[in-house]
């Protein structure tokens, strides 16, 4: 059973109402020690917070950024970064005209749950080869070996391109495999990913019966075991491992001896 560091967080305010923000350090290691804790954070889109929020957001002065959505995303829900954020921000700007995934699935005619759900997992299994999304997520591996502030990850939702990153960080970082999943579960559990996701799929989803339209939106915001298991184990069948998958990408064992070097308290 992996283990929380005993180091306390709760000298940092974080956005109280942002998508699914939270630390994602503070687990035990296989590489001896402890992931750092207020270093490395996980979210959905920032577009929605009060200015409180974004003073609070602003203060963390994150060092690197990695934007993974889609550059029509960022357009519709732009993150409240100042000028001076630019070169922080690492993102692809391929495939200018793509969705985010649970947006995505709303064009499948006549989806259900179960068709969500599986359509997540086939999702998933293929998103670790996406040519773009492969180069990303090694150039934000190879940025954070040498980046000396926090980091944060997001996406649109902050669950499932943010997820499969988060995983195959924490991976290299030697947290154990239930702590990966259960970091990723706690997206389950976000207050504000329902809040703020159901009323912008609600119209979307106008011509459903009510109830079938709950069940689809619980469906398109949920996550489950299954999914990252598709992620995991489709690079674990195509590569091997986590390393060699980044490896392949040009993450070499002198950037991940360099990250484990930043990330991990001993």
Not at 120 to 142: I, K, M, N, T
Not at 205 to 220: F, V, Y
Not at 232 to 237: F, G, K, M, P, V
Request: hydrophobic letters at 40%; glycine letters at 6%; proline letters at 6%.
């Amino acid at each position: 059973m992996s283990r929380l560091s005993p180091s306390p967080c709760d000298d940092v305010q974080l956005p109280s109402c942002a998508v699914n923000f939270r630390d994602f350090g503070r687990l035990e290691s296989r590489h001896g020690g402890w992931i750092r804790p207020r270093r490395l954070y996980r979210s959905g889109h920032m577009a929605a917070l009060d200015a409180e929020d974004v003073r609070r957001l602003q203060a963390l002065d994150f060092h690197l950024i990695a934007d993974l959505r889609y550059a029509e995303e960022q357009a519709q829900q732009p993150s409240p970064w100042p000028a001076t954020f630019a070169d922080r921000v690492l993102s692809h700007d391929e495939a200018r005209n793509g969705v985010a995934p649970h947006m995505l699935l709303l064009q499948q005619p006549g989806c259900d749950a179960d068709e969500v759900r599986q359509h997540y997992r086939q999702l998933y299994g293929e998103l670790p080869f996406d040519p773009a999304y492969r180069a990303l997520f090694a150039s934000v591996v190879r940025r954070m070996a040498d980046v000396d502030g926090r980091v944060l990850v997001h996406c649109s939702a902050g669950k499932d391109r943010t997820g499969v990153l988060v995983a195959l960080i924490l991976e290299l970082l030697g947290a154990a495999p239930e702590a990966v999943m259960a970091d990723y579960l706690r997206t389950a559990a976000d207050p504000q990913l329902m809040t703020l996701g159901a009323p912008v799929l609600r119209p979307l989803l106008a011509e459903q019966d009510p109830e079938r339209a709950d069940e689809l939106i619980s469906a398109l915001l949920g996550v489950e075991e299954t999914y990252l298991d598709s992620a995991l184990r489709a690079i674990e069948r195509q590569c091997g491992s986590v390393e060699f998958y980044l490896e392949e990408a040009g993450v070499t064992a002198d950037v991940r001896q360099r990250l484990q070097a930043r990330y991990i308290a001993r």
